[in-house]
């Protein structure tokens, strides 16, 4: 028995770890599809035997505290499982947060709709905004056709947390008949809700929305890193040719500038990059954007610094990083360090491959063909870049003017 309860406990800590890691690991350029999968089927492994074990009788949902990480996906998840509607709503009362709406969404949007609709039924009007949210974007998970009229009350709702849940949805679900609402809201005083407009208007091709989009691209704001991960694939080279010294030239954190470089995806400011990979506190941030055009691997191709010396000194808390930079981000401390002399060295062999002016990711330029690929076996973020790149493509074959 204290052999079996060592295991409930151990258990109790680690499956909502094993939620927080598979999530952390979406956008990470450390990981690609290979490794996100094995960190999902180790999830699954754990809600296995977090199930098993609530199915026998030993009850873990209660003693799992709600304000872990993973918490709210873990309860949710095993909560549905086992029909247990009692530890559901220990869940959902735990939402405070857009980080937990997203882990109860994500346990919603994991089962069969018959399965989840009770769940769903039960919460859809609740008085939390963040549940709220977290109950549209999974109903607009499980339907392939949305009633144009089920969205519009939550885009006249006066919180904002619902109306940009809604507008996403029209945005990730491709709701053209929905466009009149997000042209309604881009020039509305709430920055969220304005600049949701933005982004899924530009998903759907709306001319406005790139106006208002690019009011988010010059100045430090929340929404600025979302905003140039979007905006450079809309921009003809020209565009993208100006506005990038624009932000080199701005006041913005070297983080954001590293970031910038990375989506415009102009071999132009490998210079700059190299330069950064010999500053402690910027080389691997200058790293991940040069693999993140390139496609250099800096493991396998040897380019990793050797002398460990610079980075251990550099192993700084997130916490306190951020008090000095807000930009700074959860996976830096876990990025490779490039050596710069072997990167500048790789640079100078391989770069008669690479075109100025001519914009790349993960080595390849962008047609569909390159696109599919980096889809398949780039990283997390080339790989989110790669499907988004992807979408705006399509655009005008979906929606004909």
């Not at 949805?169 to 933005?198: M, N, W, Y």
């Amino acid at each position: 028995m204290p052999y079996q309860q060592g295991i409930i406990s151990q258990l109790r800590h680690d499956a909502p770890f094993a939620w927080f890691l598979r999530d952390a690991a979406e956008y990470n350029p450390n990981f690609r599809k290979r490794e996100l999968d094995e960190l999902e089927e180790r999830l699954q492994g754990y809600m296995r035997c977090l199930i098993l074990t609530e199915t026998q009788g030993e009850t873990i949902l209660s003693k799992i505290r709600p304000d872990d990480w993973g918490a709210v996906f873990t309860i949710a998840y095993a909560a549905i499982s086992t029909s247990n509607e009692k530890a559901f709503l220990l869940a959902v009362d735990a939402v405070e947060t857009e980080a937990q709406s997203r882990e109860l969404c994500n346990a919603l949007k994991r089962f069969p709709f018959k399965r989840v609709k009770s769940y769903i039924l039960n919460i859809a009007h609740h008085n939390n905004p963040w549940v709220q949210a977290a109950v549209i974007r999974a109903v607009a998970h499980h339907f392939d056709k949305i009633n144009p009229d089920w969205l519009l009350p939550h885009l006249k709702s006066e919180v904002p947390a619902v109306r940009v849940a809604a507008l996403r949805v029209i945005g990730d679900e491709d709701l053209i008949a929905h466009k009149d609402q997000i042209t309604a809201h881009l020039d509305h005083a709430e920055a969220s809700i304005r600049f949701q407009a933005a982004f899924s208007g530009n998903l759907l091709g709306i001319d406005l929305a790139y106006k208002t989009l690019l009011t988010f691209c010059f100045t430090d704001n929340p929404y600025l890193r979302k905003a140039l991960g979007l905006v450079h694939h809309l921009h003809d080279i020209p565009a993208i040719e100006r506005a990038v010294p624009r932000i080199q030239n701005s006041e913005l954190s070297t983080r954001i500038k590293a970031y910038n470089i990375a989506m415009a995806g102009l071999v132009d400011w490998m210079s700059v990059l190299l330069e950064w990979m010999k500053d402690s506190e910027y080389a691997p941030l200058a790293g991940e954007a040069f693999c993140f055009i390139t496609g250099a691997d800096l493991d396998a191709d040897d380019l990793l610094l050797r002398n460990l010396e610079i980075s251990v000194n550099q192993e700084i808390p997130l916490t306190q990083k951020r008090k000095q930079d807000h930009w700074a981000q959860a996976y830096e401390n876990d990025l490779p360090w490039p050596d710069p002399d072997a990167v500048a060295a790789w640079w100078e062999t391989n770069r008669q491959r690479f075109k100025q002016g001519t914009r790349y990711l993960a080595g390849r330029t962008l047609t569909e063909e390159n696109l599919l690929q980096v889809k398949e076996e780039g990283t997390q973020p080339q790989r989110h870049q790669a499907e988004l790149i992807l979408r705006l493509l399509h655009i005008n074959s979906k929606n004909p003017s």
